[in-house]
């Protein structure tokens, strides 16, 4: 367990790095760049998101569940090239298609400037397919220094490429362009790692049915859990202009920190399970990790939902002041982020549990999005999201007991969850108090940060939700960070 602590920690460490390096760049580009620009640039990555995920139909990730049962060098190396040849054809497909259809997604999103940079962005996705695949298949391998190596990469390629278009002109076309090469760049990295580790090359085209069979349910419960994420960002799109759309974009998000940290340990957890039959060790894992993502999760959305408008204005400017209460409504699902109920059913090899949920919880959304839009206006696509999120996850916790066989006593730590929300939602009340009467979001977000974690840890030791086995963790981390310096 505590090898599996150490590589999660890891590949949260440089994620989370990718995380500040590009909100930097979101700040500096929402201030050089008009808003309808900056919509346009939102716009680019929502097209390509929505549309990644309905053509990689799940393939990549499935490499965490086979590459650990592959019983030779000659069967990982089979399973790597077919998924690298397929996600190499179906990122030409979706190449041809932004050709063929850019001027039908401009006119769909509201945006006539989509139309004239969707056919140069369509390469995008031919080289970043790859990029996806080679982080899967670096995890299913047990190989995450690989994938801290080339997200590293990633940040310094972004980042340069970025700051010198930037200096040569700061025009949307010349930040596209950066990004295109970026994404070059990261594709030769990754196409010559992977022949590297395989002295036959990608010789298996044809791809493997027990992969696409396990795939595919995965892939659609993926496409439609997607389009249930971004379907309040489609409508907006839809309905309003590129600067109404940047404004709504800019807080309707989750907190980056809480994918970042999930994501990692799910990359580490899933390939663990496949490879154990053992349920009980696999809810002790899970279990464990519930606890500690909740205490770093509870107080991130409590501290970010007190000071939603001081972060957003420091972030964006006071030009993007109104996307402070679209950023508080999405805080909600943050507090469910401490779990993900879907990776037990994958372990379990019952990924079509997943894909039934997923598509419920959109044929909800899709009514509820409309509706609340015509009641509540932007805020009611936002608040649809939020509670269809509520709603999957209950239904995952009712099917878990009947279909894998683990209670929920055994899995979800309730007692210690409920504690650290209490020390949260106390912690965030004195904070409030304390800093209610300061002017200035440089002085409230600093002093509410130092008041909000001392009382945090305070609260939290003292009803029992932070552990004298926690402190000594971060005792550890940090002297291990000291002695490395030294």
Same mark, same amino acid.
């Given at each position: 367990?505590?090898?599996?602590?150490?590589?999660?920690?890891?590949?949260?460490?440089?994620?989370?790095?990718?995380?500040?390096?590009?909100?930097?760049?979101?700040?500096?580009?929402?201030?050089?760049?008009?808003?309808?620009?900056?919509?346009?640039?939102?716009?680019?990555? =929502?097209?390509?998101? +929505? #549309?990644?995920?309905?053509?990689? $139909?799940?393939?990549?990730?499935? !490499?965490?569940?086979? *590459?650990?049962?592959?019983?030779?060098?000659?069967?990982?190396?089979? =399973?790597?090239?077919? +998924? #690298?040849?397929?996600?190499?054809? $179906?990122?030409?497909?979706?190449? !041809?298609?932004?050709? *063929?259809?850019?001027?039908?997604i401009a006119r769909l999103m509201n945006n006539p400037a989509l139309a004239r940079l969707l056919p140069y962005f369509a390469i995008y996705p031919v080289f970043m397919f790859v990029c996806q695949a080679f982080n899967a298949a670096m995890l299913g391998l047990q190989k995450p220094l690989n994938v801290v190596r080339f997200t590293i990469f990633t940040i310094i390629t972004d980042a340069s490429t970025l700051v010198v278009a930037i200096l040569i002109a700061p025009t949307l076309p010349n930040i596209t362009f950066a990004l295109l090469l970026s994404a070059g760049m990261q594709w030769l990295y990754a196409t010559i790692s992977l022949r590297k580790g395989w002295n036959e090359g990608f010789t298996h085209i044809l791809p493997d049915k027990h992969q696409l069979a396990y795939s595919l349910p995965l892939g659609l419960s993926s496409i439609v859990g997607m389009l249930t994420i971004q379907l309040d960002k489609l409508i907006i799109s839809s309905f309003f202009q590129p600067e109404q759309f940047a404004i709504f974009a800019v807080g309707a998000m989750e907190l980056p920190f809480v994918g970042i940290l999930t994501n990692s340990v799910n990359s580490i957890i899933l390939p663990a399970l496949s490879s154990n039959a053992d349920s009980s060790h696999g809810s002790a894992i899970y279990r464990a990790s519930m606890r500690k993502n909740a205490l770093l999760i509870f107080p991130m959305v409590g501290f970010c939902f007190i000071f939603a408008t001081e972060i957003i204005t420091l972030l964006y400017t006071d030009t993007y002041?109104?996307?402070?209460?679209?950023?508080?409504?999405?805080?909600?699902?943050?507090?469910?982020?401490?779990?993900?109920?879907?990776?037990?059913?994958?372990?379990?090899?019952?990924?079509?549990?997943?894909?039934?949920?997923?598509?419920?919880?959109?044929?909800?959304?899709?009514?509820?999005?409309?509706?609340?839009?015509?009641?509540?206006?932007?805020?009611?696509?936002?608040?649809?999201?939020?509670?269809?999120?509520?709603?999957?996850?209950?239904?995952?916790?009712?099917?878990?007991?009947?279909?894998?066989?683990?209670?929920?006593?055994a899995l979800i730590p309730a007692g210690a969850i409920l504690k650290t929300l209490l020390a949260t939602v106390s912690a965030g009340l004195g904070t409030y108090l304390l800093t209610m009467g300061m002017t200035g979001n440089i002085l409230r977000l600093a002093s509410g940060s130092i008041i909000f974690s001392v009382l945090y840890l305070i609260i939290g030791s003292a009803v029992g939700a932070i552990l004298p086995y926690d402190f000594q963790i971060l005792k550890n981390a940090a002297r291990s960070v000291f002695q490395r310096q030294g």
């Amino acid at each position: 367990m505590s090898k599996l602590s150490k590589q999660a920690g890891l590949l949260t460490a440089t994620d989370l790095s990718r995380f500040v390096i590009k909100t930097l760049i979101g700040m500096v580009l929402a201030r050089i760049l008009s808003q309808g620009d900056y919509g346009t640039y939102r716009q680019l990555f =929502l097209v390509y998101t +929505t #549309i990644s995920t309905l053509m990689l $139909l799940g393939i990549p990730q499935s !490499l965490l569940y086979f *590459l650990p049962r592959a019983d030779s060098e000659k069967q990982k190396q089979a =399973l790597i090239s077919r +998924t #690298i040849n397929l996600v190499s054809i $179906l990122s030409l497909a979706f190449a !041809l298609f932004m050709l *063929l259809t850019a001027g039908l997604i401009a006119r769909l999103m509201n945006n006539p400037a989509l139309a004239r940079l969707l056919p140069y962005f369509a390469i995008y996705p031919v080289f970043m397919f790859v990029c996806q695949a080679f982080n899967a298949a670096m995890l299913g391998l047990q190989k995450p220094l690989n994938v801290v190596r080339f997200t590293i990469f990633t940040i310094i390629t972004d980042a340069s490429t970025l700051v010198v278009a930037i200096l040569i002109a700061p025009t949307l076309p010349n930040i596209t362009f950066a990004l295109l090469l970026s994404a070059g760049m990261q594709w030769l990295y990754a196409t010559i790692s992977l022949r590297k580790g395989w002295n036959e090359g990608f010789t298996h085209i044809l791809p493997d049915k027990h992969q696409l069979a396990y795939s595919l349910p995965l892939g659609l419960s993926s496409i439609v859990g997607m389009l249930t994420i971004q379907l309040d960002k489609l409508i907006i799109s839809s309905f309003f202009q590129p600067e109404q759309f940047a404004i709504f974009a800019v807080g309707a998000m989750e907190l980056p920190f809480v994918g970042i940290l999930t994501n990692s340990v799910n990359s580490i957890i899933l390939p663990a399970l496949s490879s154990n039959a053992d349920s009980s060790h696999g809810s002790a894992i899970y279990r464990a990790s519930m606890r500690k993502n909740a205490l770093l999760i509870f107080p991130m959305v409590g501290f970010c939902f007190i000071f939603a408008t001081e972060i957003i204005t420091l972030l964006y400017t006071d030009t993007y002041s109104q996307s402070a209460s679209y950023f508080r409504i999405y805080l909600f699902t943050m507090l469910l982020r401490i779990g993900s109920y879907g990776i037990i059913f994958q372990a379990f090899n019952k990924t079509k549990t997943v894909l039934y949920n997923s598509l419920i919880v959109l044929a909800l959304n899709i009514v509820l999005n409309l509706v609340l839009l015509q009641l509540l206006g932007m805020q009611g696509p936002a608040i649809s999201t939020v509670l269809v999120t509520y709603l999957g996850v209950v239904m995952y916790l009712y099917l878990i007991p009947r279909q894998i066989g683990i209670s929920l006593k055994a899995l979800i730590p309730a007692g210690a969850i409920l504690k650290t929300l209490l020390a949260t939602v106390s912690a965030g009340l004195g904070t409030y108090l304390l800093t209610m009467g300061m002017t200035g979001n440089i002085l409230r977000l600093a002093s509410g940060s130092i008041i909000f974690s001392v009382l945090y840890l305070i609260i939290g030791s003292a009803v029992g939700a932070i552990l004298p086995y926690d402190f000594q963790i971060l005792k550890n981390a940090a002297r291990s960070v000291f002695q490395r310096q030294g």
